[in-house]
């Protein structure tokens, strides 16, 4: 990869609650080895710990707002920026971060009218080993599920380990995590180190030995259907098998402290595992986590993104929103070596090269300058179940590759 005055933008996120950033400092270095410049946008890494002059000495230059919407050639973020921000943009120019395009249709509308080129990187077909060196998705799952058990772990009035005193003996916490996907697998396996009996269920029975492996037990429900799909990834149930799950888990919920939910479906409401029903046949004192709380809903009734809820029964239920931003240092480097990735894949000789047959951007790639007027952009906006990659593996009921 080779550039003679291509530059790289980085965004300042404007999401609420996004902490952040798309590049690092040790990610600009590489990118200015390749030959590429980088412009930041001023305050863009402070809430990630990473300071103005860190990227001045890793090459960067720092520039304002409307100097870096005017002069950026790629420019790369977390989550979509906002409207107005992108009126600013101009044809020819790109941008690339975790757009989320089934949830964002104006976003995406916008783009096409203006000649945007836009990259979706949570449209990646995570199947291609290699696309692994791009994979948001999974990178920052990982960081959600560990929070998620600290999250828990504070939140329960109890201990986690089997604890023997002078008092008497306290015995471990029981801990079900819902869906074996990463962000899963990352809770179950925090929350086993912090001492819990964990067990994991999925609805994919191949996924059990992925839980056994981490020395958690698996749930097996003998009345849920097999939710086993193509390539991997867990096929969407009917709602005859979705109603027939909620009652086979309503049945086993009320045996464990902790329940942490991880299924989540790009852009469509998240499938209901935890009903109000099983809320109120857990003790008083038990703690639920939602990792899939957001604008269209949660796995759990009655959770709220960002939100902690104590029931009148005692048992606490924590809407966890973007856990990955309450992490920002680490999850952000993380991210950025994605970025970088995707930048080597993208970026040849001084232009962004959209290569047709290359499957990972036919596949992420969602606007190009000419392509399709504002209105026909927006109506084939890829969603969930169209197009490649955009099933993930913490989709339908907690997917794993």
Do not use: W
């Amino acid at each position: 990869m080779t550039s003679t005055s291509f530059y790289i933008g980085v965004l300042k996120e404007s999401a609420p609650g996004e902490r952040r950033v798309a590049l690092v400092p040790e990610t600009v270095s590489r990118l200015r080895t390749a030959g590429l410049d980088v412009l930041v946008e001023r305050g863009a890494g402070r809430q990630a710990h990473y300071p103005d002059e860190a990227y001045a000495d890793a090459g960067a230059v720092i520039v304002d707002a409307a100097g870096l919407d005017h002069r950026a050639d790629l420019l790369v973020c977390v989550q979509p920026p906002d409207a107005g921000r992108v009126a600013g943009l101009h044809t020819g120019q790109a941008l690339l971060g975790l757009l989320a395009p089934a949830a964002n249709p104006e976003l995406i509308g916008a783009c096409a009218r203006l000649g945007v080129t836009a990259v979706s990187l949570d449209l990646l077909p995570r199947t291609l080993s290699r696309a692994q060196s791009m994979d948001a998705l999974t990178s920052q799952a990982g960081f959600a599920g560990y929070r998620a058990a600290l999250l828990a772990a504070a939140a329960y009035e109890r201990f986690l380990p089997l604890m023997m005193t002078a008092a008497g003996t306290a015995p471990p916490a029981q801990v079900l995590v819902l869906g074996a996907g990463v962000a899963g697998l990352s809770a179950l396996g925090t929350a086993r180190r912090l001492g819990a009996v964990v067990t994991g269920y999925d609805i994919r029975p191949e996924t059990a030995d992925e839980v056994r492996s981490i020395g958690a037990r698996f749930l097996r429900l003998t009345d849920a259907a097999d939710g086993s799909g193509s390539g991997g990834y867990a096929r969407a149930l009917s709602q005859r098998e979705r109603e027939a799950q909620q009652a086979a888990l309503q049945e086993r919920i009320g045996g464990f402290d902790i329940v942490i939910s991880t299924a989540q479906v790009p852009g469509r409401r998240p499938p209901v595992l935890v009903t109000r029903d099983a809320l109120k046949a857990m003790r008083p004192g038990s703690v639920v986590v939602d990792l899939a709380a957001g604008p269209f809903g949660g796995n759990v009734e009655g959770s709220e993104p960002d939100r902690t809820i104590v029931l009148e029964d005692g048992v606490t239920v924590i809407g966890a929103g973007n856990l990955p931003a309450s992490m920002a240092a680490g999850a952000s480097a993380a991210y950025a070596r994605n970025i970088a990735a995707m930048v080597n894949l993208l970026v040849s000789n001084g232009a962004v090269r959209l290569d047709p047959e290359d499957e990972i951007l036919r596949a992420v790639v969602v606007t190009r300058p000419g392509d399709r007027p504002e209105s026909e952009a927006a109506a084939a906006t890829p969603g969930p179940e169209t197009g490649a990659g955009t099933i993930t593996e913490t989709d339908t009921e907690g997917a794993a590759r």
